[in-house]
């Protein structure tokens, strides 16, 4: 009868032993030495035969141990089902069939190429697929992004999504043309690649996370942007009419920022000299009104004797700016005599009919001179 059937012995273990101590279990060394009694105790081959398949066992249960790096995660599964994700450093698990354990690395960052292939795979160069692209503006350009990305969530990684690198790929390049399909191509090309390039980095993040990948995009970079090889010449051309355009608008401000200043400064000039010409003349004209007044209140109290006066002034101020000359007629001989250098002490006679000269004496001069400021001192007077 079998040790575990009804109506059995309970005193006796699987082993054939008793139980002791009120039904606690035996130690191990007591289950080594019954495991040698059974298998031992036939013979010299039966007992080989049974430590052959203890050292089976116990090389089958270190297989179980496995160690992490820091940069690394286990991921152990039971049957295939999803237990627990171990960090850095030595664990052990059950040895395969039961469990194993796979050894994700989350540190590693990855790189995707985006219309380009690198020289490093089979393939190289453009990969007109994935970079031709259509704008906003219904223009077709030539992009290249670049993609770096490392794993986050060993569990996700493995579980969630059967090829996520391959998801990876195909949502960066559907996030990446429905930004530039929402953008000009004077955008794409010129300022706007860094916040496209951003943009992108959100959008691809986002719907990753909804997708519960695991991973997480660290950068996203636009490595070109270019019109299509067809119409390049095209491009180029307009845009070398746009830099010139930009060239002769910039030559344009500083001519004008160099002109314009003068021009103020001149205006300015005229504007000060203008005024002050008239201050000069509002003053004149003032003066030369104040002195007729009084000249026509002198008038209407001396009538004859004001005229004089006015008359000797103003032939005063005519003659004393020009030269004077004396003529003097006797007999054949034509004296002329320079008043104005009689008056300062030489002067010069000269005979028109025969060239003689002749010096006046500067004796006669002051008599003249008397002469003169006497009539007009008796004018000025009213006598």
């Not at 354990?101 to 995707?112: A, H, W």
């Not at 005024?275 to 209140?297: C, P, T």
């Amino acid at each position: 009868m079998a040790w575990n059937e009804p109506g059995g012995s309970n005193d006796k273990d699987s082993w054939g032993g008793g139980r002791s101590g009120g039904g606690s279990s035996p130690d191990f060394d007591e289950i080594l030495n019954k495991i040698k009694d059974r298998f031992g105790g036939g013979g010299g081959i039966s007992g080989g035969l049974g430590f052959l398949l203890i050292g089976v066992v116990v090389l089958w249960l270190l297989t179980g141990i496995y160690i992490v790096d820091p940069a690394e995660r286990g991921v152990e599964l039971r049957f295939g089902k999803y237990t627990t994700t171990t960090g850095p450093g030595p664990h052990w698990h059950l040895p395969y069939p039961i469990e194993r354990v796979e050894i994700v690395n989350v540190d590693r960052i990855q790189n995707l190429e985006i219309g380009y292939r690198s020289g490093s795979g089979r393939f190289s160069g453009s990969v007109y697929g994935e970079s031709l692209m259509l704008t906003e503006d219904e223009n077709i350009i030539d992009t290249r992004f670049a993609v770096q990305y490392k794993i986050k969530s060993a569990k996700d990684y493995l579980f969630n999504l059967v090829y996520p690198d391959i998801t990876l790929r195909e949502v960066t390049e559907s996030a990446v043309r429905d930004i530039v399909g929402k953008s000009k191509m004077d955008f794409v090309l010129t300022e706007g690649r860094a916040e496209i390039a951003d943009r992108a980095k959100t959008l691809i993040q986002s719907i990753m996370d909804n997708y519960g990948s695991g991973l997480l995009v660290t950068s996203v970079n636009m490595q070109d942007a270019q019109p299509p090889e067809q119409v390049q010449n095209s491009f180029d051309d307009v845009v070398k009419a746009r830099e010139d355009k930009q060239k002769f608008i910039n030559q344009a401000e500083a001519y004008q920022n160099d002109i314009l200043p003068k021009a103020r400064g001149k205006a300015a000039r005229i504007v000060a000299e203008a005024n002050a010409y008239r201050e000069q003349v509002v003053a004149k004209a003032e003066g030369e009104a104040s002195r007729f007044s009084q000249i026509l209140q002198e008038y209407t109290q001396a009538p004859e004797v004001t005229r004089e006066r006015m008359y000797l002034e103003t032939m005063e101020q005519v003659l004393g700016r020009t030269g004077k000359l004396i003529m003097d007629k006797s007999e054949n001989n034509l004296m002329l005599m320079p008043l104005d250098k009689m008056l300062s002490g030489t002067g010069i006679s000269s005979n028109s009919s025969s060239g003689n000269v002749e010096k006046i004496a500067p004796r006669r001069l002051p008599g003249v001179k008397r002469e003169v400021e006497r009539r007009a001192r008796n004018l000025r007077e009213g006598r």
